[in-house]
């Protein structure tokens, strides 16, 4: 499985389009999780090279280089090479299975034999063996309150921590403090949860032209704004601002429980 937010996909999806009569390529950055899972964090589109760029790609090595140096330097991993087939079906060639030279990563392959609707997979290629992945798009899901201080931020850290197979997480308040509650980051850190990159922030703040399958209100009802999604849900947890740790406990283990329960619909 090789998981994919729908910003990552679209870009892809464009990048080949764009460079149509050529085969497109790029490499995508992340962590392996394991042989079979593959989490992209980062798309980078790169130059096609080829003397013959309408039937085969080829990668300036340069570029290359400058990339792998940016992809340590973010602390991650290479974990996939993408191009694209504007002719042929997305599937490996004689010449894709030769130049798999990183047996560690996928390989995923954009047909674009029919442009208006172009078809993405994925697979592994070890020894000249060709074993396909699923290509898993994560949903996108929006968690706000008033101060993006306790409630949303909890949620954001724990979608992304351990439901990130199903979704990618953000948060935003209506009207941000500012900082995250110490007593909000201390309960995540006692359950493992990354806030690496947990700050308040309001609406203003989000990536532009973000498509939310979901939004999920804290209980903070009409002050909190409606914002563009496919489907709002409100979710009425107590706002632990100005209690005791045993209170964040509670709210997340109730947040916790409900982002499970909205996984077995998705």
Not at 169 to 197: C, F, M, Q, R, W
Not at 220 to 228: A, E, H, K, N, S
Not at 238 to 262: A, H, M, S, T
Request: with cysteine; net charge neutral; charged share 30%.
């Amino acid at each position: 499985m090789i998981y994919l937010t729908k910003q990552q996909y679209k870009t892809i999806i464009e990048h080949t389009k764009k460079e149509y009569p050529k085969e497109s390529c790029g490499i995508l950055s992340g962590k392996i999780i394991d042989e079979k899972e593959f989490l992209v964090e980062d798309v980078y589109l790169m130059q096609n090279v080829s003397e013959q760029p309408e039937i085969c790609y080829f990668v300036d090595p340069k570029e290359q280089l400058k990339v792998l140096k940016d992809i340590r330097n973010k602390n991650q991993q290479m974990v996939a090479i993408f191009h694209s087939h504007t002719n042929t079906e997305a599937y490996p060639s004689k010449r894709d299975v030769s130049m798999a030279y990183y047996q560690e990563v996928a390989y995923i392959i954009v047909s674009l034999q029919n442009k208006e609707n172009p078809t993405m997979r994925a697979f592994r290629i070890i020894e000249e063996k060709i074993s396909e992945i699923e290509v898993k798009i994560r949903k996108n899901i929006l968690y706000v309150c008033v101060e993006n201080s306790c409630r949303s931020q909890i949620a954001e850290a724990l979608t992304n921590t351990f439901y990130f197979r199903k979704f990618l997480a953000y948060s935003a308040g209506s009207k941000p403090k500012g900082i995250v509650n110490p007593l909000a980051l201390e309960v995540l850190k006692e359950i493992g949860a990354d806030i690496t990159k947990l700050k308040s922030k309001g609406f203003q703040d989000l990536e532009q032209n973000i498509e939310f399958d979901y939004v999920v209100t804290m209980g903070c009802g009409d002050v909190c704004p409606f914002y563009p999604a496919k489907e709002k849900i409100d979710w009425s947890i107590q706002d632990p601002k100005d209690k005791p740790i045993e209170v964040f406990r509670e709210v997340l283990n109730q947040i916790k429980q409900n982002i499970e329960e909205l996984t077995k619909k998705v």
